[in-house]
């Protein structure tokens, strides 16, 4: 008998703080059979004590490694009897500042990471997704994929491809019934964030500081729905259509300082 022991499943990436850890939590809570992965092995060491090691599958992986990640989906497939409910690609680093003065080294990292690593996790996972029902490819991208943000353009070209490649993958995988969506967060605060854009971060408005939870909350809607691109908050969706609609107008009101304090009820 598998680990899962006949429940649903879900394969997390970054899972050991942030919106990664919430989201292992909240699907837990809710029964499910959590994998949870991450270079932070103290931080997947404590989710395992919270969880339960009968509720959970912890490893260490970097997901930039094709044959880690192959390994892990192998030894999370045994723990479920072949199957994965829903695989969430989260892991993510963020490394910003002005693009002509950034590190080279920083620009690859971020490229492996929030791309390379997505696209080794799909392509590694689309077998047991095709052999589950009903599954789900979940990725997290970015409000930077609305509009390329000044400050951490690799970052936010990452997050456009991860938007991109959802939209793509949404249409192809729909032969082998598998669904394909991704989460749009604005400021969240996780580690990621220096602490002082966090207390910095205006109280109300697009992005003010969200706790991750919320993302958590979306994950669980998204594997309950057929929504292609998911917003957190929600507001942001008008932000992504100024940018479709009016590209220069945008790009003006960010030259100017004015995106980030604008109210959430603003257009």
């Known amino acids: 008998m598998s680990l899962a022991n006949g429940r649903k499943s879900i394969f997390i990436t970054g899972a050991a703080s942030g919106m990664g850890r919430e989201t292992a939590r909240l699907f837990a809570g809710k029964g499910w059979f959590v994998g949870g992965y991450d270079v932070n092995g103290a ?19 970097d997901v930039t490694d094709r044959e880690d990640y ?41 490229v492996q990471v929030n791309l390379m690593g997505v696209l080794i996790g799909i392509h590694e996972g689309i077998g047991l997704l095709k052999a589950t029902p009903n599954s789900l490819c979940f990725t997290t991208s970015s409000s930077s994929a609305t509009f390329g943000m000044p400050g951490i353009a690799v970052y936010s070209a990452t997050k456009h491809a991860v938007k991109g490649l959802s939209e793509a993958l949404s249409v192809e995988f729909k032969a082998y019934g598998v669904r394909v969506a991704d989460v749009l967060p604005g400021l969240i605060d996780t580690p990621i964030l220096p602490p002082e854009a966090v207390a910095n971060a205006p109280k109300e408005g697009l992005f003010r500081a969200i706790p991750p939870v919320e993302v958590a909350k979306v994950v669980w809607e998204a594997y309950h729905a057929d929504t292609l691109h998911w917003y957190v908050p929600p507001e942001l969706v008008e932000m992504d259509k100024m940018a479709t609609a009016a590209p220069e107008a945008m790009r003006e009101q960010m030259a100017a300082g004015g995106l980030f304090n604008r109210p959430a009820d603003e257009p």
């Open 43 to 61: 931080g997947l060491t404590a989710l395992e004590a919270e969880l339960g090691a009968g509720n959970c599958l912890v490893r260490t992986l």
């Open 70 to 110: 192959r390994g892990a989906l192998a030894a999370f497939g045994e723990a479920t009897g072949g199957q994965l409910d829903l695989l969430f690609n989260n892991a993510g680093i963020g490394r910003g500042g002005p693009f002509a003065d950034q590190p080279f080294e920083d620009v690859i990292a971020v």
